[in-house]
């Protein structure tokens, strides 16, 4: 059987929660984690149609990119239109799970799909996200001692990586001091047998580290040295960077754009010289006008995402800025929702799946120019 629980841990590895902004507000949103899945459905927003198609199609589970639940809430009363979307959801048997800013940093996510279907060679992110910080402790430990430190220090949540647990590096080693008496004249060379232990820690546990430490250690002053490790970047970020197959006009590849996205009333349209020559791109699903300045110094010849404004771009382009494509917010997202189904169905071959098709976006009338 294949429980709510067995879908959350899929999408938990494939998009660590651990990557969402500290503002978000994402994982699962109302459901039990013990009850039976059969039937996933997965889409951009949360609407009242898509939640609809939810129940109309007996889901067990709605997965999907935007939170319903973002900003400060106090009431999910059901007179509230989102309350009122919860209780629907709660009463017909169906989760709501999230996966947003956690998405969008994730490799791949929600960047590496909206670059897939443009056919671009993806090169790296478009602002990385540094590895996690770890602290590198190194303590001396006399070697009668050293299994009973150990395990003081596991408990306090060092020596953990992603698939394994206790770890440590022992290497036999001998201490030598001299003590020094009251009086001030030293005393013969001392020798003692120890092991030189390694473990790693996340940095918010080093006061439970250090406390452990010294609960164990048989020295009132034990020797230890921290050092905490370079943070580089990383394969995880916001958007991506890559190249098309091969050179082509701003013009062309605007059309592109345009046939790979869903249609919207928003459409797709471009600033810059429409014979500019572009080659290598960046994206970013979603809105991404706050990256303008990070594609330009990456000195890529394109830039394409959503929600763009005018005075931003227009100062982008007097300063020399690669072209912009700006694109509905929905549809840079919606290619994320094939990559999420494939995902879960690759983890989860019982479930049934499906994507939305519905247009979430809000915009709906375009007038002709």
Not at 7 to 21: F, H, K, M, T, W
Not at 102 to 112: L, M, T
Request: glycine letters at 8%; aromatic letters at 4%; a negative charge.
């Amino acid at each position: 059987m294949t429980t709510l629980a067995d879908l959350i841990g899929v999408l938990d590895a494939a998009y660590p929660p651990a990557l969402a902004e500290p503002w978000d507000s994402v994982g699962l949103v109302c459901g039990d984690p013990a009850e039976e899945l059969t039937r996933v459905l997965f889409a951009v927003d949360a609407t009242a149609a898509v939640v609809d198609e939810a129940i109309d199609w007996r889901a067990q589970a709605l997965v999907v990119h935007h939170p319903l639940l973002l900003r400060g809430v106090d009431t999910v009363a059901a007179s509230t239109p989102k309350g009122a979307l919860l209780h629907r959801l709660i009463r017909s048997g169906c989760a709501l799970f999230t996966a947003h800013t956690n998405a969008d940093s994730a490799d791949p996510g929600v960047s590496d799909a909206l670059a897939a279907v443009l056919g671009l060679t993806v090169t790296g992110p478009l602002d990385a996200k540094p590895e996690s910080a770890v602290d590198h402790w190194v303590i001396q430990v006399p070697r009668t001692h050293t299994d009973a430190v150990l395990a003081a220090l596991f408990a306090a949540g060092a020596g953990r990586r992603e698939h394994a647990c206790d770890c440590a590096l022992r290497v036999p080693a001998t201490e030598q001091f001299r003590p020094t008496p009251e009086q001030g004249s030293l005393t013969e060379l001392q020798h003692v047998e120890e092991d030189r232990v390694e473990v790693t820690a996340p940095p918010a546990a080093r006061s439970a580290v250090l406390a452990a430490l010294r609960t164990a250690h048989p020295s009132a002053d034990p020797a230890y040295h921290i050092s905490e490790r370079a943070q580089l970047p990383s394969s995880l970020g916001i958007g991506r960077v890559g190249t098309l197959p091969e050179p082509e006009s701003l013009r062309a590849f605007t059309e592109r754009v345009g046939r790979a996205l869903p249609p919207t009333a928003w459409g797709v349209r471009a600033a810059g010289d429409p014979d500019r020559t572009v080659y290598t791109v960046a994206v970013c699903g979603g809105a991404g006008d706050s990256y303008l300045g990070r594609a330009a110094r990456l000195g890529v010849d394109v830039y394409l995402t959503s929600d763009l404004r005018h005075h931003p771009v227009d100062e982008h382009l007097r300063k020399g800025g690669p072209a912009v494509v700006d694109a509905a917010h929905w549809a840079t997202e919606f290619p994320w929702c094939a990559q999420a189904e494939t995902v879960v169905r690759t983890a989860l071959p019982g479930l049934e799946t499906r994507v939305s098709t519905l247009r979430t976006d809000p915009w709906t009338v375009r007038a002709p120019g």
